[in-house]
């Protein structure tokens, strides 16, 4: 099986590591970067991307996830989590990991649709998916041709794709839906078997 890491310093962890468990991965809480070495993939949860991002930096996760990265090892960033993993970040606050070619605005949704959840058409997949979305960013600008959208609402991209890193808006782990993590698991499990 494969081994999976959700970054547990803020945010919406227990949900993730109960849906990996049940997709056959064994879910590993993260809170020291040593962790990292023993990881497949990564996942950076929704939560407070400032809050998180600061988190990051104190305990050496900004080089220690970049490296990982350029390891081409799969990381995953939900909601707070794509917001993390950004180039850019609308407004004047500087990018966190800035691994990806997006810009993103945060709390892109609105006042009145702070929380929502939507069927959300999703390349690749036969039916739509139930997306929940919290006070949730989406991609407001593409930075390369490197990323590819896999869903967008109104236009704008909610679930893309950059080489081994894949982001969406919403919080896939609050769906009894399971496709969207198993999307990130065969990534993972693909790189595992082409080594
Ligand atoms: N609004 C949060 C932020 O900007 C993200 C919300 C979430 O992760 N559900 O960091």
Do not use: W
Not at 20 to 33: N, Y
């Amino acid at each position: 099986g494969c081994r999976i890491g959700v970054l547990a310093l803020q945010g919406a962890v227990s949900e993730h590591m109960a849906q990996l468990a049940a997709l056959g991965a064994t879910a590993v809480a993260v809170k020291h970067v040593a962790q990292l070495e023993q990881l497949d993939g990564l996942i950076l949860p929704g939560g407070e991307s400032t809050t998180i991002g600061k988190l990051m930096r104190h305990y050496g996760f900004i080089e220690a996830i970049r490296q990982f990265a350029a390891e081409g090892k799969p990381l995953f960033g939900t909601c707070a989590g794509m917001i993390l993993l950004a180039k850019a970040i609308e407004g004047d606050e500087p990018a966190h990991l800035g691994l990806m070619d997006i810009q993103v605005r945060r709390n892109a949704f609105g006042r009145q649709k702070q929380s929502f959840q939507t069927a959300l058409y999703i390349n690749g997949l036969s039916t739509p998916f139930p997306a929940v979305f919290i006070r949730a960013p989406y991609i407001s600008k593409l930075l390369s041709d490197n990323v590819q959208i896999l869903a967008e609402i109104n236009g704008s991209p909610v679930l893309a794709r950059q080489d081994n890193l894949l982001v969406c808006a919403f919080h896939p782990e609050l769906s009894t839906d399971p496709r969207i993590t198993a999307l990130f698991l065969d990534g993972v499990r693909n790189r595992l078997e082409a080594q």
